[in-house]
């Protein structure tokens, strides 16, 4: 059933197809085999790839005590294998559902980026959006707090249907701790597929609708305000990726963008408030006091004209139970 949803989002779907394009692949991946082979996994060189370059990424949380992470000291053995038994459960489960999809590849943000590196993640940082963007699917471990969760789980209920949900049905989704941190925000705003792993259902979503700038950007700039971050800096660098979207998303949208604000909505979006039940932080790094993201707390917009009509609450997602 899952690799239906993905088959049919793939070929059917126009809106989803930009993650197919010809586009450069990211400067690391994992080759993980195939369904018919069981050689260890291996990082591999995106420039490298040939044949099929359709890969998944991971979405995850790392936990306090993250299990498995790049550094400089593995980087060269990485390359000829990555020990399977040293892999924790979420990236094998996630690993598995690539070799089921048929295909090789997976990016995994802890196992392609070296983390002792101060100069690679400021290189490879600055192209995260990219490589969920062109993602062929994003596996979303929303059940797990750590990297020892897994994906899978048992799950009592055998009944299996597809249906498409309000946003009402997804308050377990949102709900999941994986979604209080900022980086997820955009990896799930810009995966033009995603496969939510929940410990009762798994979620299917993809990108196939659209909506007003000034609507969208008022959505996503409300849920981002709630956002977690470990590095409060990173607020701002985090939704950057999201920004640029935006101008290929609509084309006739100036790219004059800066701290959560556009100059062809600058007006609009001066009319935002914080809720009178939110936690007010503000934060002591240097962010213009007009702007939204001036403050760490849950805000809310004036609506004041045609653009800002209530949407319908119909989400296009597809829920499994």
Known sequence: MVFDWLQSCAGGHESCRHSLSNHPLPTRLI???????????????????SGDRRYM??????????????RTANLVP??????WDKIPK???HAMKVVRAAGLRYIWIDSLCIVQDSI?????????????????????????AS??????????TSPLERDVVASTALFNSLHESPLFSRGWVFQERVLSPRILHFGRKHIFWECDTRTANPHRLWKRLAIQYSTMKFTKPEDRLAAIAGIAQEMVVKFPGLSSSYFAGMWIDLFFLQLLWYRKEDSILDCP????????????NALIQFLEVGPCDQKESDESGYIFRN
């Open 119 to 143: 100069q690679d993640w400021a290189r490879e940082s600055t192209t995260m959006h990219q490589v969920y963007k062109h993602s062929f699917c994003t596996i979303s471990a929303i059940g």
């Open 284 to 295: 002591s790094d240097v962010r213009p006091t007009w702007s939204w993201t001036s403050i």
């Open 57 to 70: 990424a991971l979405s995850h949380r790392w936990g306090d005590n993250p299990a498995l992470l790049l």
């Open 146 to 155: 750590n990297d020892q969760g897994g994906c899978f789980f048992e799950r």
């Open 78 to 83: 990485f390359f000829n294998t990555i020990p």
């Open 31 to 49: 080759d993980v085999g195939n369904l018919y082979e069981d050689p260890p996994p291996h990082l591999c060189l995106g420039s490298e790839v």
């Open 90 to 92: 979420t990236f094998q």
